[in-house]
């Protein structure tokens, strides 16, 4: 545009100059901007103490340590502290029950994943009404004939695999039937997925990228927590054949405990649109970005008692009645929370019933899951379970 409307006959050079001129200009008021915005930035951290910083590293390095280090900071630094990914980009974790609900209830921008997730403003709404429908309870109970399908697929490949001594790896299979379901139940698409892996494989992907990313859970796959059944065992089995799906009490709780200690979203990031302050004064200003510590506050020990001990006796409607609202999101919570958080409810606990009334489940005590949160919480070296048939006669 500039060379349109200059005057033909100008000096090339004045030009360059004038469009270097043009950039400079551009080039300061950005980074005043960006002064200004960081000013205002560390004067609201200030109230926000973390762990010690690396001026270069900031303060996260490896993957795989990083949930524990977490939790030993959120000892320290109590409701919410800074993490610095290098010495420009930092996250404000949230890991307090009231500053999440503060959050949630905004829209806010997504940070994260592809589609809706990264939408934000008109569109999202727009994509997210038109969806929404689609997920509501009564239109997902015919979808349970689709899950069942995919799961007893699952199971079958299982029997095959037991073998005496050897436990079998769970969450690749598992990611492979929730990716068959999906296709099943929003695309009516039968991919035989879980057989013939062409499907997948067709993404230009060579044979060891596919095969590493299915150990580690696929690419589609979310992480499902996989239930090991002890004592309640034989007590969930029976409750899941007499129960119809919207009820199955316990299994439910066992689901819901399961999600707790191992929230399959560690973490939701957000921009705040707007500042925004906090019940008890503190505040953060427009631009921050956020991250509301599911991982965190699942494990605050205000809100539960002995957070590391696995017990679905906290989601007894008695004992859960008192509960804070935001101290259990495993789905998010507000506007942006989980569309499918009714359909993968149902998926869990068709693909837990089932599984229980075929097989008994027991851990491999040397391949105990090590923990690594990515997009979705994995497990670094797979789920290895020994499964057990069980004789019904
Ligand atoms: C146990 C399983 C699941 C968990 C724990 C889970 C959790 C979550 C969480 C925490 C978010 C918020 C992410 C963010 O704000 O950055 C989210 C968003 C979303 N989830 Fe899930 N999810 C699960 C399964 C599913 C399934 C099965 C579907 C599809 C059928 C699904 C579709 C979505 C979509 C479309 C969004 C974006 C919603 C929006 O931005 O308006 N999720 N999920
Ligand atoms: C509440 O939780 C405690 C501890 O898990 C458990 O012992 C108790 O039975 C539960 N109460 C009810 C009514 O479910
Ligand atoms: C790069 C890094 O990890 N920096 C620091 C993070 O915080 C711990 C203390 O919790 C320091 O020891 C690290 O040097």
Redesign the pocket.
């Known amino acids: 545009h500039i060379l349109l409307v200059l005057p033909p006959g100008k000096d090339v050079s004045q030009i360059l100059y004038l469009l270097t001129m043009l950039c400079l200009t551009c080039m300061v008021l950005k980074a005043i901007k960006l002064y200004q915005w960081r000013r205002k930035l560390n004067k609201a951290l200030k109230s926000f103490p973390g762990p010690p910083v690396h001026w270069l590293f900031g303060n996260i390095t490896g993957r795989g340590k990083d949930l524990d280090k977490l939790l030993e900071w959120s000892k320290k630094y109590a409701r919410a502290f800074p993490v610095w990914f290098g010495k420009f980009v930092v996250f404000v974790s949230l890991n307090d029950a009231d500053y999440a609900k503060a959050v949630c209830a905004r829209g806010g921008k ?4 592809k ?3 990264t ?1 934000h403003g008109p569109k ?1 709404f727009q ?2 009404k038109l ?1 929404t429908p689609g ?1 509501h309870y009564g239109v997902l109970k015919p979808y349970v004939s689709l899950i069942t399908k995919s799961t007893q697929v699952m199971l079958d490949k299982w029997e095959h695999l037991i073998t005496q001594e050897k436990s079998v790896e769970l969450f690749g299979h598992v990611s492979l039937m ?1 990716l068959d379901s ?1 296709l099943k ?2 695309f009516s698409h039968e991919s035989n997925c879980q057989i013939d892996r062409s499907p997948v494989r067709s993404t230009g992907k060579t044979q060891q990228q596919q095969e590493e990313e299915e150990r580690a859970g696929g690419s589609h796959g ?3 927590p996989v239930l090991l059944h002890r004592e309640g065992g034989c007590h969930s089995i029976s409750l899941a054949c007499r129960d119809d799906l919207g009820k199955m009490p316990y299994t439910t709780m066992c689901i819901k405990e399961s ?1 707790r200690i191992f ?3 560690p973490f ?3 921009q705040l649109s707007k500042p925004i302050t906090f019940h008890d004064g503190r505040y953060l200003p427009e631009g921050t970005l956020v991250g509301i510590n ?1 991982y965190l506050i699942h494990r605050d020990p205000s809100l539960w008692k002995d957070p590391e001990v696995f017990d679905p006796m906290r989601f007894s409607p008695e004992n859960s009645s008192q509960r804070h609202s935001h101290a259990f ?4 919570a507000g ?7 009714q ?3 149902i ?2 606990k068709v693909a837990i019933a089932l599984s229980l009334l075929r097989f008994e489940f027991s851990p491999n005590p040397a391949k105990i899951p090590r923990k690594i949160p990515q997009v979705v919480l994995r497990s670094k070296n797979g789920i290895h379970v020994h499964l057990k048939k069980i004789d019904w006669h």
């Open positions: 997504s940070r994260a994943g589609g809706l997730l939408l999202w994509h997210r969806l997920f929730t999906i139940c929003a979310y992480c499902l999600i929230p399959p979203v939701v990031a957000r599911i999101v495993p789905f998010s506007a942006r929370n989980c569309i499918g958080q359909f993968a409810m998926e869990m």
